[in-house]
C-alpha cells in the first residue's frame, strides 16, 4: 500500500489517552450531551451483551447519517487545534460554513473564516496531513464521493481503496479491516480472538437531556498491554426506546518501531424531521510515523440549523 494511505488511515483511525494525562491540552469540546444516571441490570430490560454486539455490528446509521446530509442545507462551526512539541497551540482555524446542494451540487458559503499560527506550508498546503485529512472527510472541501454509495458495515476485500478502509474505520469500528499492517485483525475487537481481552459495562442515561439511552462499554482490561489490543475503549450509545445509534466514542493506541498513534473520537448524532444527522463530532490524537515530524491536533465540529431541502 501506498505510504501515503497508511498514513492518513492511521491518522483517522478513530485522540490522545495516556498522552493526555501526562500534558494537558487544550480542549475545544465543552459541550456536554450525555449525563449518566445509574448501572443497567441488563436481565430486567431483556438485553445482554450479545444484544449490543449485534447491533453495533450491524449498525449503518452513522455512515447513513452523513449521507442524509446531503439533502439538507446546515451550518458547520469547525474549531481546529495543531500543537507543537511542547504541547503548546501552534495553530488555529476556525470556519463558519453555510452548507447547501443545489441541483445535486454541494456548495459551501464561508459566514467566517480566520486562521492564526502555524497553519499552512510555504506552497499553501496545511502543515499536517490531520488537517488535510479533517478537510477531505467533514468539510468535503473537494466535493470527494466520501459519503456516496452503498452502506456499509464490510471488511472489504484485500484490494479495496483507501477510502473505503477509512469509511470503515470511522463508521464501522469492530470490523476488520485488511491493509493495515499490525493493527488489521486487531480492529476486530468482538471475534473469538480478541474478546478475552475486554470488560463489558452498561449504564443508563439522558441524552441532550431528553433522550432516554443505554450506553455500551467495551474496555480493554487493564492487565492487558498496550500492543495486545489497539481499541482501548469503544462506547457506543442506544436510544433506549428504539435502539438506534445515537452516539460512538472509539479510543485507539499503538506503537512499534515503525509508528505510534493516540487517537480518540466521538461522533453524534440526532433527529431531525424523523433522520438521523450528524451533529457533534470531535477529535483529539497524535500520530508519529518514520521522515514525518509527530502531528498533534484536535478539533470540534458542531452541525446546526438543519433544513431540508425543497425538491
Request: hydrophobic share 35%.
Amino acid at each position: 500500500m501506498n505510504r501515503r494511505f497508511i498514513f492518513f488511515l492511521l491518522l483517522t483511525i478513530i485522540s490522545t489517552s495516556s498522552f493526555a494525562q501526562q500534558i494537558r491540552r487544550f480542549n475545544p469540546d465543552s459541550i456536554r450531551t450525555i449525563v449518566i444516571d445509574s448501572a443497567v441490570n441488563i436481565r430486567s430490560h431483556h438485553l445482554n451483551a450479545q444484544d449490543f454486539i449485534d447491533a453495533v455490528l450491524a449498525d449503518t446509521s452513522f455512515y447513513k447519517a452523513f449521507q442524509n446530509m446531503k439533502r439538507y442545507d446546515f451550518i458547520a462551526e469547525n474549531r481546529i487545534y495543531t500543537y507543537n512539541k511542547k504541547n503548546k497551540v501552534d495553530g488555529r482555524i476556525y470556519r463558519k460554513i453555510r452548507h447547501s446542494n443545489i441541483d445535486g451540487k454541494h456548495k459551501m458559503d464561508f459566514l467566517a473564516r480566520q486562521d492564526t499560527g502555524n497553519v499552512y506550508k510555504s506552497n499553501g498546503k496545511y502543515q499536517l496531513y490531520t488537517v488535510e485529512m479533517f478537510d477531505y472527510i467533514f468539510m468535503n472541501a473537494y466535493n470527494t464521493d466520501f459519503v456516496k454509495g452503498p452502506a456499509l458495515p464490510g471488511s472489504g476485500g484485500k484490494n479495496e481503496g483507501y477510502k473505503d478502509k477509512l469509511k470503515t474505520l470511522i463508521f464501522a469500528p469492530g470490523h476488520k479491516v485488511r491493509g493495515i499492517p499490525f493493527v488489521s485483525g486487531k480492529t476486530e475487537i468482538f471475534s473469538r480472538d480478541m474478546r478475552g481481552y475486554y470488560f463489558y459495562q452498561f449504564a443508563r442515561g439522558k441524552y441532550l437531556d431528553s433522550i432516554p439511552v443505554y450506553r455500551f462499554r467495551v474496555v480493554r482490561k487493564p492487565s492487558e498491554g498496550d500492543n495486545d489490543v489497539v481499541v482501548k475503549e469503544m462506547t457506543t450509545i442506544f436510544d433506549m426506546r428504539n435502539f438506534q445509534i445515537l452516539g460512538r466514542y472509539v479510543d485507539l493506541k499503538y506503537h512499534n518501531w515503525i509508528f505510534s498513534f493516540d487517537v480518540q473520537m466521538n461522533i453524534e448524532l440526532n433527529k431531525v424531521n424523523g433522520e438521523l444527522l450528524p451533529v457533534k463530532i470531535t477529535y483529539q490524537g497524535n500520530w508519529d510515523v518514520p521522515f514525518h515530524k509527530v502531528e498533534r491536533a484536535s478539533f470540534l465540529i458542531v452541525h446546526k440549523a438543519y433544513k431540508r431541502e425543497t425538491p
